[in-house]
């Protein structure tokens, strides 16, 4: 374990004042020496944390029949039949809602062209854009891995915000959240640790602190 990420990460917890709410604990990224306008030296990846969320994202499912039972059976948050699909392309304020409120999104293959053309333009923007389900794939597992999944996204900016943890976790366990998703970076950056300029941890509301 890394004492400087653990270090800074005590320091953002025990200098924040309580909060009357669940607080997530963040990262600002801020990248250097890179071309963003290059979509090649954008950051888009996935990262599974070691140890969670803090809280669990929140998984909507477009399915229908044995799969849409089967992931009621595995805890999905949400699940949306091909006729609710079809309602939500025409209450686009409703389509809205939900795109905002669920964190991601997994859907049988079958249902991808009609959510690209009813909902395309609102879960496109969000970068929310459902993850494939091919015919007879246990839908179980893959909801569980997207609970603790983060995703490292930049766009075309050098500085982006993601949640590592929830401030009543443990400090290793968040330490160690944090330098897996700095690990990675330092792997997919075009020219690894010489693009990472800074990386600040902070509560929600809460100041922040220079882990590099």
Same mark, same amino acid.
């Given at each position: 374990? +890394?004492?400087?990420?653990? +270090?800074?990460?005590?320091?953002? #917890?025990?200098?924040?004042?309580?909060? %009357?709410?669940?607080?997530?604990? *963040?990262?600002?990224? +801020?990248l250097h020496n890179i @071309?963003?306008?290059?979509?090649?030296?954008?950051? @888009?990846?996935?990262?599974?944390?070691?140890?969670?969320?803090?809280?669990?994202? $929140?998984?909507?499912?477009?399915?229908?029949?044995?799969?849409?039972?089967?992931?009621?059976?595995a805890e999905a948050d949400?699940?949306?039949?091909?006729?609710? !699909?079809?309602?939500?392309? &025409?209450? $686009?304020?409703?389509?809205?809602?939900?795109? &905002?409120?669920?964190?991601?999104?997994?859907?049988?293959?079958?249902?991808?062209?009609? /959510?690209?053309?009813? !909902? %395309?333009? #609102?879960? %496109? =923007?969000?970068?929310?854009?459902?993850?494939?389900?091919?015919?007879?794939? @246990?839908?179980?597992?893959?909801?569980?891995?997207?609970?603790?999944?983060?995703?490292?996204?930049?766009? *075309?900016?050098?500085?982006?915000?993601?949640?590592? %943890?929830?401030?009543?976790? @443990?400090?290793?366990?968040?330490?160690?959240?944090?330098?897996? /998703?700095?690990?990675? !970076?330092?792997?997919?950056? $075009?020219?690894?640790?010489?693009?990472?300029?800074?990386?600040?941890? =902070?509560?929600?509301?809460?100041?922040?602190?220079?882990?590099?």
């Amino acid at each position: 374990m +890394n004492k400087t990420i653990e +270090n800074a990460v005590r320091k953002a #917890i025990s200098e924040a004042p309580e909060r %009357g709410f669940k607080e997530s604990v *963040d990262l600002a990224i +801020n990248l250097h020496n890179i @071309d963003m306008s290059l979509p090649a030296n954008r950051v @888009d990846e996935e990262i599974i944390l070691p140890h969670g969320r803090g809280r669990s994202a $929140k998984i909507a499912v477009f399915a229908s029949g044995e799969t849409a039972l089967l992931a009621q059976r595995a805890e999905a948050d949400l699940v949306i039949s091909p006729d609710e !699909l079809n309602e939500l392309g &025409d209450d $686009k304020k409703r389509a809205r809602k939900i795109a &905002d409120e669920y964190t991601y999104f997994i859907a049988e293959t079958s249902f991808m062209p009609t /959510i690209g053309k009813k !909902l %395309g333009p #609102i879960l %496109g =923007k969000r970068g929310k854009m459902p993850l494939p389900l091919p015919p007879n794939v @246990d839908i179980a597992p893959i909801i569980k891995r997207q609970r603790n999944l983060v995703k490292l996204r930049s766009r *075309d900016r050098l500085t982006f915000h993601l949640a590592v %943890g929830s401030r009543d976790m @443990d400090v290793q366990e968040i330490a160690e959240n944090v330098e897996a /998703i700095t690990t990675k !970076l330092e792997q997919t950056l $075009k020219d690894g640790k010489q693009n990472l300029k800074s990386v600040y941890v =902070k509560t929600t509301m809460g100041p922040a602190v220079k882990v590099i």
